[in-house]
């Protein structure tokens, strides 16, 4: 197995926090410093996941969680004029929105990232929480939106 990459930690951490300030409503400036401070260069359970996460690239976490919140509005309309006809952002499942609007984010702010990095990466850390279907709907849907943000 090839070694995880500091860039690939940073995103699912990013999706993690994300999430994370979805659900609890605590914010982006709290969430950064949490995982800084508690989750980067500790075991946080799991086999091999502390191992994972001391190696994350936490100047790029801390961009994508940063740039998701301050440019939200711009993501989020990227994202849902990729949405079927009549869904809402809001009908997504928590994570599914979290893992589109980084992936999004990357997508339109983060043009030295290779667009097919950026699908690849974000589909993998959607298979890492979603079973059925919701991978290859995270990857039509950023790879319209790449087709959108990089013309």
Known sequence: MSRVQPRSV???AAVQALYQMEVSGVGVDTVVREFSEHRFDRDVGGEGEGDRLAQADETFFADLAKGVVSRQAEVDK???K???S???LERLDATARAVL????YELLHRPDVPTEVVINEYVEIAKSF?????AGFI???LDAIARDARV
């Open 78 to 80: 990227a994202i849902v």
């Open 82 to 84: 990729r949405l079927a």
């Open 10 to 12: 940073a995103r699912l």
């Open 101 to 104: 609007r980084a992936g999004a």
């Open 139 to 141: 990857n039509g849907a």
């Open 130 to 134: 979603f079973e059925g279907p919701e």
């Open 86 to 88: 009549g869904w809402k």
